[in-house]
């Protein structure tokens, strides 16, 4: 099935694994909250997302979107902070909680775009 690897679900697939390590810089920031020294990660979802919608939004072939979505280097947009500072857990859980409604965004567009595709092959028969 051609929408399986069409940009959308590549874009929503892409967006997902950055969804999926964001929680994962959270978890491990609330980890080391107790470690002296300890420099804060995270990953700059926005400007990544960005950085994708302007991939998939460009004049070029779906081939050619598909592999630049692919070829994005989600390591690039991890930040360390500078300084070590201290973890304040109740900002980690604000930044946890909206990384898991972006997620949970994702998966519903996910499964909104194979329900579209169920009812497209289907020809519109339940």
Do not use: C, W
């Amino acid at each position: 099935m051609e929408y399986l690897t069409s940009v959308t679900s590549t874009l929503l697939n892409r967006s997902l694994d950055v969804a999926q390590l964001q929680q994962m810089l959270i978890a491990q920031n609330v980890a080391n909250a107790g470690v002296e020294g300890y420099r804060q990660v995270s990953v700059d979802f926005s400007s990544l997302m960005e950085r994708m919608e302007d991939i998939s939004h460009g004049k070029s072939t779906d081939d050619f979107k598909k592999a630049a979505l692919q070829q994005v280097e989600i390591s690039d947009y991890i930040k360390t902070s500078e300084l070590p500072s201290k973890v304040e857990l109740d900002q980690q859980m604000v930044e946890l909680n909206k990384a898991v409604i972006n997620y949970q965004a994702l998966l519903t567009a996910k499964s909104k775009l194979g329900s579209i595709m169920k009812n497209v092959i289907s020809g519109g028969r339940s």
